[in-house]
């Protein structure tokens, strides 16, 4: 399809719309700050957010999620999978990049129905940064926009105070592009003016700056297991997980039995869990495989940078800046961590 | 099958812990259907024999007179798990406040010229566990109505429950809170355990550490983070006598 | 007649807090009857000195779980006092909510799991569920809703968590707001019908009374729960809270050793009946109309139909909280942050809890650190009452069996509602 | 229904996957105490093919509302005609010791086998073996023994060496006295703390080592055993001078889905539940955090 301009008072009309007809989700203002909710009218819709608290991947891998349902006496298991179609409205390139590492990761071998089920069902807006955060390097990973992104359904550029610009690349995006009122196709101009937002965002979106080609990392890494700073900066972690939970690449889970007040029936139930948090490797009987800060520390730099890489060729860090935030002891920036390894080893 | 026989005890406390019991509304029906309650003073009449056994007894408050111990160490002696119901009685709680001052100073503060009436003997807060073995803690102040159903319900399916080993961090970062931290408010989040759902910080508040404090909780990086947000380790130690004095 | 009595109720029972009844009777005449409190103190006034203005609500609320929300609030006005700060009409709005919240769910606990099975002739609510399942349910529908209303104002059922001073660390959002409403018009008929049971049984309730001072706040033209002035039945002065002192007159009695109030007589009760008396002509229509379906009218004396004010007083604040939703739906939420600069300064808080009015008050060092605090709390101030009450009533039932006499002196126990755990100080006797 | 709600939704039923953490059901044939804190179990899975499996690889074990584990396969498939399958679990926690609550003709859910396995059809042919079990470790690695020794001509000289902590905690001690007074096994063993009852070695199982003749270019050794032995036993074959290529080591780790998803078990960059449990040693000695 090609690029349309919209008018934000029409794009507002159709998004009034489509939430009576569709569940939408939506960023929105939560505490002074933002996160991503069920919408229910243009009002309360953010487009101008710099970053969300959560990435938007909670709408894939929830927080918790019924894997299944079972009969204790009986042994039986019925699987749930969430077969709910929804709108994704205003997702930021990087958080895009990082749901496509996660399809990647979940279709990959043992492909993870219950993650495929919510992700054939989402249509995905993606929009341009607004405003950047105060700690987003997506420019250095190549996040920064989505125009050499594939795989989103529709992408939504602010080109000018109250105009639009409006791409669908899938069937799905284009069918929903196509219930807007009152767009035009883009001139010259308007593609131009896009192209300044894509080229001030990748210029923008750079609040540290990576010293290094994110495709160096995984080299990098390799030399620098030993590395001092691992043992530095985990002095001062909390082992309180927050860097992971924040993190729109980090996928690990646990997984819980809960039964109901008849003592028979119950869910099994999944969990975000973090390879920082201090049980995370401890089996039975108490032995612990990274039982020192400083190996989780690491653990998770080594995700990020390399281990992922080897698995699927991606460098799992999409530059959100998320955990440079979330961090109370400001010890999780990767960009840091990452420059200083570059300092020793050059 | 016979049905696991509850009783339900207080010691010094609010007696909020109990009544989360009855805030369970519904579901105390629930309760009701898989446990035969035997003792519960501030619900029902009935009171057990003396000497019998049960099956679970729930016990809130601390303890703060030998009197108290002695009781509570003849419900240990009948129960065959003791669940710690609420701060009071798993770490003290506020009622370890009392502990920073001088026994003869609070009796003083507070009855003045008659503060040396045998009966206002009163010793250092004690939580259960530090008189009698505890089975299981169930956190909080006031605990999770929610928290305590899972447990019974565990117990009850022949599965002995898990704390959480983590700090709260993890619940309010699940809940998509922005963090008390970024408003210049100290949280003990970071170094208290969870189980509650990050409760405080998702009401708008910071974490007052009621649940205690994690297993190893990381006082060097407490030092530099209160130093970070312009604090002391005063502030720090301030807010974490609340419910976590010795 | 002459009769031997003894008994000694050890810990009575569906009542906040360890209290015991001692009775010896001997050839038909008292010689002894008392009301003991074995409560383990918990020193909260010793314990508050030296924390911050901003931890005194996290404290003092762990005074008592039941009126965790009263507690809170005495303790911030007093801070508020204590340190000059103003707060908004919105912050005082949604205060008063969540103070009415407390009340309905307070109340409902009283009269419906700890006095209702009395009135049945069961000894807990658990028989109720099979042979009484729609009281249950009506009952367990009401609780509900207070701890609803608190759950959405104040941020938890029980030690609330966004009550600051100040004003609120976090509000409710509007489509919250509506949704009360929704439920609150929904209690109504929930209301009448409880009204119902309770009137059928009223009869079970003994027929005693005795002339006593009774203490409240007053505030005309209102039912007041949180602003007001100190009322008396006694007399027309009306004490501003700020002088609560020279009202409770705090002393240590000879017969007992409890820490006893009285202002103008050598008791005086306060709770639900106390305000009813003080203030019955500013209730809302419909709990005015329960009043008068009960019978019960100011001037009442007798502390059995304490059970029956609080019944009026969910019907009333109920009835009131569907004004204030309307009235902040109306300005709309306004977003707004407490702020508060800390002082030197002394200030004293006072609010009606479920079992009557209570005081709060603090001194503040400039760097708002607490030097020192007073906590006067209603179940004490109704001991010396119920001591006389005990007095009067058991020559009256002399000749009724033992356990008719003990199972009245219980009940009047609980008739006031009395919240034990609450004793910030307390005197507790040797007891057999 | 809108346009759009119809074309995004889902495509329903065939290329829908099932879900892989979905358990099927199963039944305990046979259940029979071992020591104190471990039990032998036999299951039978519902499903008419049975369990297909080969040695090494383990199976999640569900009670649903307690919880899932993995538990290795301990029989070989050489001797599961029936298609049942046998476990041995140590009461470790709360399913492990629900597990151990069960009786015959209780039903519990499987999902599995899942992971590597012992290389017993391609590099075990025709080598001389060595297996050094300690304690639990013994029970993978039966299935690796019970194999080779029913297909025993396709091997040479077979070794097994096991150690266990006291006389009381020695596993399959039947077994055990079978493989000793096989004259196709070399059999060795030893306890750490011997007991009045004990006439054997005593010591840890590095001390059976040196007794070891290995031909090193021709011989595999098999490693199965609590954390703190590889290091040890691995120090010792250096000195038999044994290439790591020609060593297998089997490990455990927490463990969650058993399918490479949830992240317990990664050894630095390797899934034990997907690159192992059954690794090579020259695969992961520059692993750091593998041994
Ligand atoms: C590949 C593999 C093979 C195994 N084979 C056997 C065997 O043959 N016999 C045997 O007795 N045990 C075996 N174990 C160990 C067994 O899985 C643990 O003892 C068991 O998970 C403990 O679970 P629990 O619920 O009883 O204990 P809990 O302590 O209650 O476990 C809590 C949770 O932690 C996880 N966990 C704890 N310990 C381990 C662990 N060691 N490995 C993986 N996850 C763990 C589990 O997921 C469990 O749900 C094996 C482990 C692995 C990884
Ligand atoms: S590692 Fe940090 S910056 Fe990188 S994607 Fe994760 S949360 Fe964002
Ligand atoms: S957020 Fe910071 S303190 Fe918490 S686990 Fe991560 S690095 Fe450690
Ligand atoms: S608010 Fe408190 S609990 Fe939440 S993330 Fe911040 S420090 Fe942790």
């Given at each position: 399809m090609t690029v349309r301009v919209v008018p934000r008072a029409a794009l507002d009309a159709w998004v009034n719309d489509l939430v009576q007809r569709q569940k939408v989700y939506g960023v929105q203002l939560k505490e002074e700050r933002f996160a991503f909710g069920p919408l229910?009218?243009?009002?309360?819709?953010?487009?101008?957010?710099?970053?969300?608290?959560?990435?938007?991947k909670k709408y894939f891998l929830p927080q918790r999620e019924v894997l299944s349902r079972f009969d204790r006496f009986k042994v039986e298991f019925e699987p749930v999978l969430a077969d709910e179609p929804f709108v994704l409205l205003g997702v930021h390139p990087y958080d895009f990049e990082a749901i496509r590492q996660l399809d990647a990761i979940f279709s990959r071998n043992h492909p993870d129905a219950h993650y495929l089920t919510r992700r054939r069902n989402a249509t995905i807006v993606v929009s341009d940064v607004e405003t950047p955060s105060q700690d987003v390097f997506a420019a250095c990973m190549g996040t920064a926009t989505a125009d050499c992104m594939d795989g989103w359904d529709v992408l939504l550029t602010r080109i000018a105070d109250a105009t639009y610009a409006v791409e669908a690349r899938t069937e799905k995006g284009t069918a929903l592009v196509g219930q807007i009122q009152g767009t035009k196709g883009a001139g010259e101009a308007d593609l131009e003016q896009r192209r300044a937002v894509w080229d001030r965002n990748r210029d923008v979106l750079k609040k540290h700056q990576l010293r290094m080609n994110p495709e160096d990392l995984p080299d990098l890494l390799a030399r620098s297991y030993d590395h001092p700073v691992w043992e530095e900066k985990a002095a001062l972690c909390y082992s309180c997980g927050s860097c992971n939970l924040v993190c729109p690449t980090c996928y690990c889970f646990d997984v819980a039995d809960e039964l109901h007040w008849d003592l028979q029936t119950g869910e099994r139930t999944r969990h975000w869990d973090g390879c920082m948090l201090e049980k995370f490797a401890e089996v039975a009987g108490g032995h612990n495989f990274r039982g020192g800060k400083a190996a989780r520390y690491r653990h998770r730099y080594y995700r990020k940078g390399k281990w992922i890489h080897d698995l699927t060729g991606d460098i799992a860090c999409v530059g959100c800046g998320r955990c440079i935030s979330a961090c109370t002891a400001k010890i999780a920036n990767p960009v840091e961590v990452f420059n200083r390894l570059m300092e020793a080893t050059s | 099958m016979r049905k696991p026989r509850i009783g339900i005890f207080d010691f010094a406390c609010c007696e909020g812990c109990q009544l989360q019991i009855v805030n369970l509304e519904e579901e105390i029906l629930d309760l009701l259907g898989v446990v035969t309650p035997v003792e519960w003073r501030e619900a029902m009449s009935d009171q057990a024999e003396k000497g019998e056994s049960f099956d679970i007894a729930l016990v809130e408050g601390s303890i703060t007179r030998e009197e108290d111990a002695e009781r509570l160490r003849e419900i240990r002696a009948r129960a065959k798990f003791l669940i710690a119901l609420g701060a009071c009685a798993t770490i003290g709680g506020v009622n370890k406040l009392k502990n920073n001052f001088g026994m003869n100073d609070v009796k003083e503060t507070v009855y003045g010229e008659a503060a040396d009436m045998p009966h206002l003997e009163t010793m250092p807060t004690k939580a259960l566990h530090e008189v009698v073995q505890v089975d299981y803690m169930v956190h909080?102040?006031?605990?999770e109505a929610a928290e305590l159903a899972h447990v019974v319900r565990t117990l009850l399916a022949g599965k002995t429950p898990t704390l959480p080993a983590y700090p709260v961090c993890v619940e309010c970062k699940l809940k998509e809170n922005a963090c008390r931290f970024e408003f210049g408010e100290i949280c003990l989040g970071p170094i208290t355990r969870a189980g509650c759902g990050a409760r405080c910080p998702s009401e708008g508040s910071w974490c007052?550490?009621?649940?205690?404090?994690?297993?190893?909780?990381n006082t060097q990086a407490a030092r530099e983070v209160m130093a970070h947000y312009g604090k002391t380790i005063d502030d720090l130690r301030g807010k974490m006598l609340l419910f976590n004095s010795k | 007649m002459s009769r031997t009595v003894e008994f000694d109720v050890h810990h009575v029972t569906r009542v906040e807090g360890h209290g015991n009844i001692k009775v010896r009777v001997k050839n038909g005449t008292v010689d002894e009857v008392r009301w003991l409190v074995p409560e383990a103190p918990r020193f909260f006034e010793a314990m508050v000195r030296g924390r911050s203005w901003e931890d005194i609500q996290t404290v003092v609320s762990r005074i008592c779980g039941i009126c965790s929300v009263t507690h809170s609030l005495a303790s911030i006005k007093a801070v508020e006092a204590a340190l000059g700060v103003e707060i908004s009409r919105q912050t005082d709005r949604l205060r008063i909510l969540a103070h009415y919240g407390e009340q309905v769910e307070s109340h409902v606990l009283h009269v419906g799991y700890l006095v209702a099975p009395d009135l049945l002739g069961q000894k807990s609510v658990v028989p109720l569920v099979t042979s009484h399942p729609e009281v249950v349910q009506t009952v367990i529908a009401l609780h509900k809703l207070g701890n609803h209303m608190m759950e959405v104002l104040a941020g938890r059922k029980t030690h609330p968590i966004r009550l600051k001073p100040g004003g609120f660390a976090k509000l409710p959002t509007e489509a919250e707001l509506r949704d009360l409403k929704a439920r609150l018009q929904a209690a109504v008929p929930q209301l009448e019908a409880l009204a119902e049971v309770i009137l059928s049984l009223a009869g079970e309730l003994p027929d005693f009374r005795r002339e006593t001072e009774y203490i409240a706040l007053v505030n005309p033209p209102h039912y007041p729960f949180y602003h007001g002035q100190i009322g008396s039945t006694d007399t027309d002065e009306r004490v501003p809270v700020a002088e609560f002192e020279r009202v409770v007159n705090e002393y240590v009695s000879p017969q007992s050793t409890a820490k006893w109030t009285r202002w103008h007589r050598d008791a005086y009760g306060v709770g639900a009946l106390a305000r009813f008396n003080l203030n019955a002509e500013h209730l809302a229509p419909l709990a005015t109309k329960v009043a008068a379906s009960f019978g019960l009218e100011k001037g009442c004396t007798n502390p059995y139909l304490n059970n029956v004010a609080q019944l009026v007083e969910v019907v009333h604040v109920v009835e009131r909280s569907m004004g204030i939703v309307d009235e902040l739906l109306e300005a709309g939420i306004r977003p707004e942050k407490p702020h508060v600069e800390p002082r030197a300064g002394v200030g004293v808080g006072c609010v009606e809890a479920p079992r009557g009015i209570l005081f709060h008050k603090y001194e503040f060092d400039e760097r708002g650190r607490c030097l020192a605090a007073n906590i006067c709390i209603p179940t004490n101030q109704n001991h010396a009452n119920i001591q006389k009450d005990f007095e009067a009533l058991l020559p009256e039932i002399l000749d009724e069996e033992e356990d008719a006499i003990r199972l009245k002196m219980e009940m009047l126990v609980r008739a006031y509602d009395p919240?034990?755990?609450?004793?910030?100080h307390y005197l507790d006797v040797e007891f057999v | 229904m809108s346009e759009a709600t119809v074309q995004n939704r889902a495509p329903a039923g065939a290329d829908a996957p099932r879900s892989i953490y979905l358990p099927e059901p199963a039944t305990l044939v046979d259940v029979r105490p071992m020591t104190k804190q471990e039990k032998f179990f036999r299951f039978q899975m519902a499903r008419a093919e049975g369990m297909k499996y080969m040695p090494g690889q383990f199976a999640e074990i569900s009670l649903p509302g307690i919880g899932e584990c993995p538990i290795s396969i301990s029989s070989s498939p050489t001797r599961n005609g029936d298609g049942s399958f046998e476990m041995v679990i140590r009461s470790a926690g709360a399913v492990t010791a629900a597990l151990h609550r069960l009786s015959p003709g209780d039903r519990v859910g499987v999902r599995g086998p899942f992971g590597t396995h012992f290389p017993v059809e391609d590099e075990f042919r025709g080598k001389d073996l060595v297996f050094i079990c300690g304690g639990i470790g013994l029970v993978p690695v039966r299935s690796a023994i019970h194999y080779v020794l029913d297909q025993r001509d396709d091997y040479r000289k077979i070794t097994v060496l096991f150690g266990a902590r006291?006389?009381?905690?020695?596993?399959?001690i039947g077994e055990l006295y079978d493989l000793k007074t096989r004259k196709d096994v070399f059999f060795q063993e030893t306890v750490d703390v011997a007991d009045p009852t004990w006439g054997g070695n005593v010591g840890v199982i590095t001390t059976l080592m040196p007794q070891l003749r290995l031909e090193a270019d021709r011989t595999v050794v098999i490693i199965c055993g609590p954390p703190i032995m590889y290091k040890f036993v691995l120090l010792e074959l250096r000195k038999l001078q044994v290439a790591n290529r020609n060593i297998y080591v089997s490990l455990e780790r927490h463990m969650k889905c058993g399918v490479g998803k949830c992240g317990h078990c990664q050894i630095n960059g390797l899934y034990a539940c997907q690159d192992g449990p059954v690794f090579r040693y020259a695969d992961i000695s520059s692993v750091r955090e593998a041994i």
């Open positions: 229910v009218r243009a009002a309360d819709l953010r487009l101008d957010y710099d970053v969300t608290l959560l990435p938007p | 909080g102040c006031p605990i007052f550490g009621c649940r205690g404090l994690v297993d190893d909780p | 919240c034990i755990s609450c004793s910030t | 006291s006389p009381e905690e020695r596993l399959f």
